[in-house]
Nanobody, 113 residues
Framework: VQLQASGGGLVQAGGSLRLSCLAS????????MAWFRRAPGKERELVAA???????NYVDSVKDRFTISRDNAKNTVYLQMNSLKPEDTAVYYC????????WGQGTLVTVSS
């Protein structure tokens, strides 16, 4: 399946963005959908994940600020990002697939101070 991420942009610290990851096919059978990010000069890290049953997991640095959700009917996974900080600046990637090996192309999020 192909994944297309969108919704990135430039926002001031404290602002919000919602990222979307649209799959070319059904995500109903995808056991896990997730968002990763790669900040400048850093390695890629898992930001948030959601199982087909709706169980979520977050990296500590985004807990209580980010919310991951999935809409199987729309073949889309979302990442609602609130209270953004400059350290959230990164390229964000979605990941999914039946074998959890499909990646989207990335969308850039820039948070200015």
């Amino acid at each position: 399946v192909q994944l297309q991420a969108s919704g990135g942009g430039l926002v001031q610290a404290g602002g919000s963005l919602r990222l979307s990851c649209l799959a070319s096919g059904s995500i109903f059978s995808h056991p896990v959908m997730a968002w990763f990010r790669r900040a400048p000069g850093k390695e890629r890290e898992l930001v948030a994940a959601i199982t087909s049953g709706g169980i979520t997991n977050y990296v500590d640095s985004v807990k209580d600020r980010f919310t991951i959700s999935r809409d199987n009917a729309k073949n889309t996974v979302y990442l609602q990002m609130n209270s953004l900080k400059p350290e959230d600046t990164a390229v964000y990637y979605c990941r999914g697939g039946i074998r959890y090996d499909d990646w989207g192309q990335g969308t850039l999020v820039t948070v200015s101070s």
